[in-house]
């Protein structure tokens, strides 16, 4: 593929780049000029001026010979000068896997995937001036490294193009470009297929199936390039945002831009389901060998494919490109958000070193950036400290300390959350929402206009206000075997109903709806058919309902598992004994520790007084630590319309103010 200066052209399909030979940095080596080259001498960078916003550009030099090595060389410049470059977005990949390129007449070790990216970008007959971060970055200066990233919001704002690369090519992805190619209407060599198959009106059972076969690769290859590991990779979030026109993605030789690739996953994903109606009516009839081996294969495909979406895709998938409007709500200015929700919205992307689950948001987070500044010799305790301090204090995000996981530094604030551990459970919450059926009533968090936590200048105490639903007053664990909790729950069940009178609530009924929600049993079985399965345990004492041939007492018994291992505990209000609620957590808890719903924050926190007594005193509560968090029945969102005693009792009770060491 050869490029023009005004473009280049892959298949028929246009993209628009700028002379790049407008400004030229330096001149390349011409191609027959001899030149010594050193496999001893190691790339020396000299020195660069923060001062004068200084980078350094790499210069691709030309090479007809596609074998030849990727050459080229480095040139300081200032971003306050007009030079014209392309920045470069793409993952490292394995650097265990490297190839050698050579830079100002030294072997520079590179990532594999970074040459294959500099060996498709080379041009047999012109320079490419580029900025890439593993060359153009001295990568062992670390007061360097600090300065550069104050930088990328310049770079690839200011960058003629960016250019995504998203690995070599397929012949899956390159069906899903020219698919989309033909959506929008561009012809081209490959795309010119659809537009002739879809104009014909009468299609042969070849052609039909040909048509059908094709749907089915054009859906395997958007997901492939959903897939791709520049979707996963956080340093490509802000690069990927930044620019002011979108970027040009890469894959081998194949270059193409995204337009509402979420829209056409779905009208992908719609047409293939209208089209294997037709393939699901022949299952049982009796078709010719021909038709019949073929509907098998495409019922085959259907399933092969709707088990790579829901197993190994929707995990991976990269939600920010669902919310890219939202990060852009000026487009007279760069994109700018509030660093907590940057760091919400990443939780699929992943980096190396932990400083960057912060730095490499920077560029789209100024403020934060500018309250502390990059600094490479920071410990990821100092990072997640001022991080989440910042968030709570400087954007009033309590939001934060529902995403993430508390640190488990002893030495930290137990309110504080480390923002660098993230997990699929955690994506889930953010991405597919809380279940009303477990997420408190908003009336009893939501945050009042105005409301800021407050943290101590020494960042060790925060200060939440919001209500206290109760005291822990006895918990105990349940086993770990898989079908433990169906002997244990039963016992204690029984064990309340013999010691109904002392409470003015039917406890037994609100374990039972405990167990039913926490399980999410509500997903699969009637809350009715639920108790009543669970009475009969109870009253027989045993497993025998395993041998029942009743399709839905598997799925109960995987539900009822979920229950293995946690803490079942019960709650009293505070200075009564009696029992008014029931929860389940992960980790340990004791009788005293205090359930607290704070303002702006959907989950119930679990308190450990530092000192004896839970009395409130003047609207106070004694200081205390952050234990975790956890479900409390009861007070969920999905039951506001038939409140429950319990919810009105939390309801009426005053909000008060909480110091969190």
Same mark, same amino acid.
């Given at each position: 593929?050869?490029?023009?200066?005004?473009?280049?052209?892959?298949?028929?399909?246009?993209?628009?780049?700028?002379?790049?030979?407008?400004?030229?940095?330096?001149?390349?080596?011409?191609?027959?000029?001899?030149?010594?080259?050193?496999?001893?001498?190691?790339?020396?960078?000299?020195?660069?001026?923060?001062?004068?916003?200084?980078?350094?550009?790499?210069?691709?030099?030309?090479?007809?010979?596609?074998?030849?090595?990727?050459?080229?060389?480095? +040139?300081?410049? #200032?971003?306050?000068?007009?030079?014209?470059?392309?920045?470069?977005?793409?993952?490292?990949?394995?650097?265990?896997?490297?190839?050698?390129?050579?830079?100002?007449?030294?072997?520079?070790?590179?990532?594999?995937?970074?040459?294959?990216?500099?060996?498709?970008?080379?041009?047999?007959?012109?320079?490419?001036?580029?900025?890439?971060?593993?060359?153009?970055?001295?990568?062992?200066?670390?007061?360097?490294?600090?300065?550069?990233?104050?930088?990328?919001?310049?770079?690839?704002?200011?960058?003629?193009?960016?250019?995504?690369?998203?690995?070599?090519?397929?012949?899956?992805?390159?069906?899903?470009?020219?698919?989309?190619?033909?959506?929008?209407?561009?012809?081209?060599?490959?795309?010119?297929?659809?537009?002739?198959?879809?104009?014909?009106?009468?299609?042969?059972?070849?052609?039909?199936?040909?048509?059908?076969?094709?749907?089915?690769?054009?859906?395997?290859?958007?997901?492939?390039?959903?897939?791709?590991?520049?979707?996963?990779?956080?340093?490509?979030?802000?690069?990927?945002?930044?620019?002011?026109?979108?970027?040009?993605?890469?894959?081998?030789?194949?270059?193409?831009?995204?337009?509402?690739?979420?829209?056409?996953?779905?009208?992908?994903?719609?047409?293939?389901?209208?089209?294997?109606?037709?393939?699901?009516?022949?299952?049982?009839?009796?078709?010719?060998?021909?038709?019949?081996?073929?509907?098998?294969?495409?019922?085959?495909?259907?399933?092969?494919?709707?088990?790579?979406?829901?197993?190994?895709?929707?995990?991976?998938?990269?939600?920010?490109?669902?919310?890219?409007?939202?990060?852009?709500?000026?487009?007279?200015?760069?994109?700018?958000?509030?660093?907590?929700?940057?760091?919400?919205?990443?939780? +699929?992307?992943?980096?190396?070193?932990?400083?960057?689950?912060?730095?490499?948001?920077?560029?789209?987070?100024?403020?934060?950036?500018?309250?502390?500044?990059?600094?490479?010799?920071?410990?990821?305790?100092?990072?997640?400290?001022?991080?989440?301090?910042?968030?709570?204090?400087?954007?009033?995000?309590?939001?934060?300390?529902?995403?993430?996981?508390?640190?488990?530094?002893?030495?930290?604030?137990?309110?504080?959350?480390?923002?660098?551990?993230?997990?699929?459970?955690?994506?889930?919450?953010?991405?597919?929402?809380?279940?009303?059926?477990?997420?408190?009533?908003?009336?009893?968090?939501?945050?009042?206009?105005?409301?800021?936590?407050?943290?101590?200048?020494?960042?060790?105490?925060?200060?939440?206000?919001?209500?206290?639903?109760?005291?822990?007053?006895?918990?105990?664990?349940?086993?770990?075997?898989? +079908?433990?909790?169906?002997?244990?729950?039963?016992?204690?069940?029984?064990?309340?109903?013999?010691?109904?009178?002392?409470?003015?609530?039917?406890?037994?009924?609100?374990?039972?709806?405990?167990?039913?929600?926490?399980?999410?049993?509500?997903?699969?079985?009637?809350?009715?058919?639920?108790?009543?399965?669970? #009475?009969?345990?109870?009253?027989?004492?045993?497993?025998?309902?395993?041998?029942?041939?009743?399709?839905?007492?598997?799925?109960?018994?995987?539900?009822?598992?979920?229950?293995?291992?946690?803490?079942?505990?019960?709650?009293?209000?505070?200075?009564?004994?009696?029992?008014?609620?029931?929860?389940?957590?992960?980790? +340990?808890?004791?009788?005293?520790?205090?359930?607290?719903?704070?303002?702006?924050?959907?989950?119930?926190?679990?308190?450990?007084?530092?000192?004896?007594?839970?009395?409130?005193?003047?609207?106070?509560?004694?200081?205390?630590?952050?234990?975790?968090?956890?479900?409390?029945?009861?007070?969920?969102?999905?039951?506001?319309?038939?409140?429950?005693?319990?919810?009105?009792?939390?309801?009426?009770?005053?909000?008060?103010?909480?110091?969190?060491?």
């Amino acid at each position: 593929m050869e490029l023009q200066s005004t473009g280049f052209q892959e298949q028929g399909f246009v993209v628009d780049i700028p002379d790049r030979q407008t400004t030229r940095v330096a001149p390349h080596m011409p191609l027959n000029t001899s030149y010594s080259l050193d496999p001893t001498m190691s790339l020396s960078y000299t020195k660069l001026n923060p001062d004068a916003n200084e980078i350094r550009l790499l210069t691709i030099w030309p090479d007809e010979n596609v074998a030849n090595p990727v050459r080229g060389s480095l +040139h300081p410049v #200032s971003l306050k000068d007009p030079y014209e470059f392309e920045a470069l977005s793409y993952v490292w990949g394995n650097v265990a896997i490297r190839t050698d390129i050579w830079v100002d007449c030294c072997i520079v070790s590179a990532p594999t995937n970074l040459e294959q990216f500099l060996r498709a970008l080379r041009e047999p007959k012109q320079d490419r001036v580029v900025w890439v971060d593993y060359l153009c970055i001295n990568q062992h200066d670390i007061l360097e490294r600090n300065s550069q990233v104050l930088l990328m919001s310049q770079i690839y704002i200011n960058a003629t193009s960016v250019i995504a690369w998203l690995g070599l090519s397929t012949p899956n992805i390159e069906d899903a470009i020219a698919y989309q190619n033909y959506c929008e209407g561009l012809s081209t060599p490959k795309s010119k297929w659809w537009f002739e198959i879809h104009d014909k009106k009468d299609l042969s059972i070849e052609e039909s199936r040909k048509r059908d076969l094709a749907m089915m690769d054009v859906l395997d290859g958007t997901l492939e390039i959903l897939s791709a590991p520049y979707w996963q990779r956080l340093w490509t979030f802000q690069e990927w945002h930044l620019p002011k026109t979108r970027p040009i993605c890469m894959f081998g030789k194949l270059c193409f831009t995204f337009r509402d690739v979420f829209s056409r996953l779905g009208s992908s994903f719609n047409s293939i389901d209208d089209m294997m109606a037709k393939y699901r009516k022949t299952v049982g009839q009796n078709l010719d060998g021909e038709a019949k081996e073929f509907s098998e294969k495409m019922l085959e495909r259907e399933k092969a494919i709707h088990t790579r979406t829901f197993r190994n895709f929707l995990p991976i998938l990269p939600g920010d490109l669902l919310v890219q409007k939202d990060l852009h709500k000026d487009p007279n200015s760069p994109p700018s958000r509030p660093l907590g929700e940057l760091l919400s919205v990443t939780t +699929h992307r992943n980096c190396s070193n932990p400083l960057d689950r912060v730095y490499a948001l920077y560029a789209m987070a100024p403020l934060a950036q500018e309250k502390y500044p990059p600094d490479y010799q920071k410990t990821v305790s100092q990072l997640i400290h001022e991080t989440t301090a910042y968030v709570l204090q400087y954007e009033g995000n309590t939001r934060i300390l529902d995403y993430f996981c508390f640190s488990d530094d002893e030495a930290l604030p137990s309110w504080v959350v480390d923002v660098t551990i993230t997990d699929q459970r955690r994506r889930d919450l953010i991405f597919a929402g809380r279940s009303e059926q477990t997420t408190p009533e908003r009336s009893l968090w939501k945050k009042p206009d105005g409301y800021l936590p407050k943290i101590t200048d020494n960042l060790r105490t925060l200060q939440l206000r919001g209500r206290v639903i109760g005291v822990v007053q006895e918990s105990f664990r349940l086993n770990t075997e898989k +079908h433990a909790p169906l002997r244990e729950i039963p016992s204690y069940l029984q064990r309340i109903r013999e010691d109904e009178w002392i409470s003015p609530f039917s406890m037994a009924d609100t374990l039972i709806s405990a167990c039913y929600n926490y399980t999410e049993s509500w997903s699969w079985m009637s809350y009715a058919y639920f108790s009543e399965t669970l #009475s009969k345990l109870n009253r027989e004492g045993n497993l025998r309902l395993i041998d029942i041939a009743d399709a839905r007492i598997s799925i109960f018994l995987d539900s009822f598992s979920k229950l293995k291992g946690k803490c079942l505990f019960s709650i009293s209000s505070i200075g009564d004994s009696a029992p008014v609620a029931f929860g389940f957590i992960d980790c +340990h808890i004791k009788g005293g520790d205090i359930l607290f719903i704070a303002s702006g924050i959907s989950q119930v926190l679990v308190l450990r007084p530092l000192e004896d007594g839970v009395a409130l005193i003047e609207n106070r509560i004694p200081c205390c630590k952050i234990v975790g968090r956890t479900f409390v029945e009861g007070i969920a969102e999905r039951q506001k319309s038939q409140p429950t005693a319990f919810a009105q009792r939390v309801k009426d009770t005053p909000v008060v103010q909480v110091d969190i060491k």
